[in-house]
């Protein structure tokens, strides 16, 4: 029905950036909210930062300042830009999307596959 295409993880120095992105497509009619949750070991999953189709973010405390979500409506894409990255900031990233699907006629939410970000010296 829906695919999720995440891209973008990997091994950070502190201080520097990464960008993830997520893809989605398939039966979609439209998307209403793209985010980004996080899971450290050990610890449950997070949110990290959501937009809405109007582009209305909503960030975690922990990220303000440092990460900015953007989203391409056209694309179906949803980026994740993280700066100013710490050891904190490790974990298995995931995209999630609610969507309207167009067969069946229904809302639904879906998960990506996960990306590893890991912000070690």
């Known amino acids: 029905q829906v695919q999720l295409v995440e891209s973008g993880g990997g091994l950070v120095q502190p201080g520097g950036s990464l960008r993830l992105s997520c893809a989605a497509s398939g039966s979609i009619y439209s998307i209403d909210v793209m985010g980004w949750y996080r899971q450290a070991p050990g610890k449950q999953r997070e949110l990290v930062a959501t937009i809405t189709n109007t582009g209305s973010p909503n960030y975690a405390d922990s990220v303000k300042g440092r990460f900015t979500i953007s989203r391409d409506n056209a694309k179906g894409t949803a980026d994740l830009q993280m700066n100013s990255l710490k050891p904190e900031d490790t974990a298995v990233y995931y995209c999630?999307?609610?969507?309207?699907?167009?067969?069946?006629?229904?809302?639904?939410?879906?998960w990506g596959q996960g990306t590893q970000v890991t912000v070690s010296s």
């Open positions: 999630n999307v609610e969507a309207q699907l167009l067969s069946p006629w229904a809302r639904r939410a879906y």
